[in-house]
């Protein structure tokens, strides 16, 4: 799980999905963005045309349940680098796929350990491997959610020890890209084998032989 920023709670985004019911603060798009991507994108209201294919109903969720707490809709009016984590070109799943494409990602390079990284983005254990780094581009035009990520339980995890738990985290912020596979003019990625194996001691890094 797809991304984020340290801002204080009066700078937050509220675009918060409330039962089904949207609500936009006021102020300026850079007032509402991260800093990373202010002058990169524009804020979308519900009455935008793009609004709904950025699916922030998928991106939104209850306490415990993975996704993001609260969603702001954009629009980007350059190219983004985003990186994703996965599980490496080895490790395949029913039909034949990797994890390699999926919905979400990350507006800020993957840095310090594998665990750190787990528990900043709220990923479990058996959603991602994390052992390896894939960088790819939001295209200008590109409509995604970002927004902090909601907690995740136990049950949600899959644990039945009860130990696999992560907090929501409004620091480190997620970007939720709807349906990436049907979406290569917005999200373009080189081949696999440009991306590295990660050293889980600092993820930054190319894992080296032991």
């Keep these: 799980m797809l991304a984020r920023h340290a801002l204080s709670r009066a700078f937050l985004p509220l675009l ?7 609500s936009l603060d006021s102020g300026s798009d850079d007032e509402r963005l991260p800093t990373q991507l202010q002058g990169k994108a524009e804020v979308l209201s519900t009455t935008d045309a793009d609004y709904a294919r950025a699916a922030i109903s998928s991106a939104v969720k209850p306490a415990g349940q993975g996704g993001i707490v609260e969603g ?4 980007l009016k350059q190219d983004v680098a985003v990186w994703r984590m996965w599980n490496g070109p080895a490790k395949l799943d029913a039909s034949g796929r990797t994890n390699r494409i999926g919905g979400w990602w990350s507006y800020d390079a993957p840095k310090g350990t594998q665990a750190q990284y787990r528990t900043a983005y709220e ?16 295209k200008a035009g590109s409509v995604v959610v970002i927004g902090p990520g909601q907690s995740v339980s136990a049950q949600t995890c899959g644990d039945p020890t009860g ?6 985290n409004q620091k480190d912020w997620q970007t939720y890209v709807d349906k990436p596979w049907a979406r290569p003019t917005e999200l373009v990625c080189p081949a696999d084998t440009e991306d590295y194996e990660a050293n889980p001691t600092d993820i930054s890094k190319v894992k080296t032989a032991s």
């Design 123 to 138: 990923i479990c254990n058996g959603w991602n491997d994390l052992t390896w780094v894939a960088k790819c581009t939001l």
């Design 72 to 75: 702001t809709v954009i629009r």
């Design 16 to 22: 918060v999905l409330l039962g089904g019911c949207v």
């Design 163 to 168: 130990a696999e738990t992560y907090p929501a």
